[in-house]
């Protein structure tokens, strides 16, 4: 079955970094778009960036330029480099695929920017 788990997450003061990791299971990896999503408390779940099966990536406005999708397709696993963490960036991230008309999520990495 299909499985995301993601890591990486913890507390970051404002204008630092994280790297966020989701390993994934029981689907071939390298065929899928790849998504990072985050819900912040009190917010809904929205997008934060996408990758595709090979390689092409699009951001949410709020992200760009600060944070990049990466893939490796040997180690099934999907990246998320966040820099110039914001006390905004706080949320639960989740990592996401679509897989034979269904979503799939990991059960989340809690990231707080907070000085």
């Known amino acids: 079955q299909v499985q995301l788990v993601e890591s990486g997450g913890g507390l970051v003061q404002p204008g630092g970094s994280l790297r966020l990791s989701c390993a994934a299971s029981?689907?071939?990896?390298?065929?899928?778009?790849m998504s990072w999503y985050r819900q912040a408390p009190g917010k809904e779940r929205e997008l934060v960036a996408r990758?595709?099966?090979?390689?092409?990536?699009y951001y949410e406005d709020p992200v760009k330029g600060r944070f990049t999708i990466s893939r490796d397709n040997a180690k099934n696993t999907v990246y998320l480099q966040m820099n110039a963490l914001k006390h905004e960036d706080t949320a639960v991230y989740y990592c996401?695929?679509?897989?034979?008309?269904?979503?799939?999520w990991g059960q989340g990495t809690q990231v707080t920017v907070s000085s």
């Open positions: 029981g689907f071939t990896f390298s065929r899928y778009v």
């Open positions: 996401n695929v679509g897989y034979r008309n269904d979503d799939y």
């Open positions: 990758i595709s099966s090979v390689g092409n990536t």
